[in-house]
């Protein structure tokens, strides 16, 4: 069934009695000949793009809870393709190209907004650096602009220019960055894989990997024993109990990274914006709940739920930026478990394991890469050669030292 205006119309005037389930809720057969662990936006976008670019058979993505459930449904929605370094800004701008593109590929609506994002700046190294970064995106093609303090008060006039701890001195804006419905984009490509002849397998916990002499055959869940002649692995906070499975580790810590909402509020914020001086990042709802987070809280964790001292600094950067909010009350909170890699960046590789293929360390910047991320992934299962804008993704980095650290921070996975 094609979603449009006019079966909107004509589902209205039939009391909506005609709308099918979006996705076939499968059950699973005894062999694919390719089996995505992970029912996230990795995965799922991994399976999309399998079945519609590559010729590879069939194909299954097994999801242990339900769809949605993991840090897809639990990020705050930000998008933007504004990295610096020579292996991340083509791989993020495909990514942005095929949001750009995203609904109508898929026929749903994932409200894409493209309502900018503006990174403040506080100081005249930071203004640099931002000035350096956004002259490298426009080399690649990548919209930058470097707005000083004026310009960014015609446009943001509500942060704390004149009394602030940190000073506000100006933004790099990204226009094309913005915001997407996080869970909808699970959901359409569901439905859009689904379509393709995907079977979607929910409630179906990976728990073995099945080897013989080096090279994958399947897995063991929770429904049985499903045979695989290739393997994804797209489990992002749980990367490393995949990998141990399978026999080997991954540079790779479990953190967990909070976000928060506030009551409807009318229409404040109209882009994303965050703090220079701290980590705090915000943008407004369709709902008018003020979205925003911050730092991940800083140890080692499994839990989907974060703690008040992170609450409390996060709080702190967003009123030492814009002092109104102060007034606003928080309404929910909650958190997803990040894999933070050494580096703060991802992998797209093959594994030690023959036919068993890993897409992790996303940390907490794996939203936006959603569509590259899947698009990239198919490539390299489908054809056994890495995509050319993610070719230095790869896991031997780590050991080579062929680092790629876009914060600079080094190897200290809580603070990319
Ligand atoms: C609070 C928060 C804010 C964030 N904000 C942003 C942001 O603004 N912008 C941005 O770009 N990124 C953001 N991120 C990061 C982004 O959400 C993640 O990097 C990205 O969603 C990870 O990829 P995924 O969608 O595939 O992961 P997930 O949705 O977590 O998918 C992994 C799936 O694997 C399943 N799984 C795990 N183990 C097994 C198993 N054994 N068998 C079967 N299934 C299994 C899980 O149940 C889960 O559904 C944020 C994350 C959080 C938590």
Redesign the pocket.
Known sequence: MRYSAVSVIREALRGHKGWKPAWRKATPAPSYDVVI???????LATAYYLAKNHNVGRIAV????WLG???????????RSNYGLPGNTPFYELSMKLWEGLEQDINYNAMVSQRGVFNIYHSDPQRDAYARRGNTMRLHGVDAELLDREQLRREIPFLDYDNARFPVQGALVQRRGGTVRHDAVAWGYARAASDRGVDIIEN????GIIQENGVVMGVETTRGRIGARKLGI?????SS??ANMAGFRLPIESHV???FVSEGLKPLIDNVITFGAGHF?ISQSDKGGLVF?GDIDGYNSYAARGNLPTVEDVCEGGVALMPMIGRARLLRS???I?DMTMDGSPIIDFSPVKNLFINAG?????????PAMGYCFAHLIANEAPHKVAAAYRLDRFAEGKLIDEKGVGAQPNLH
Do not use: D, H, P
Not at 37 to 43: L, P, S
Not at 62 to 65: D, I, P, S, T
Not at 362 to 370: D, L, P, R, S, T
């Open positions: 662990i992970g029912g996230g936006g990795g995965g097994l999801e242990k809870g459930n993991g840090n897809i449904g639990r990020n705050t929605t930000i998008i179906c916990e990976v728990t797209a489990v992002a906070g749980s109990l995949l990274l909070q976000a990042y987070g909650w958190g997803g990040m996303w940390c907490y910047g794996g939203f936006k890469a959603v």
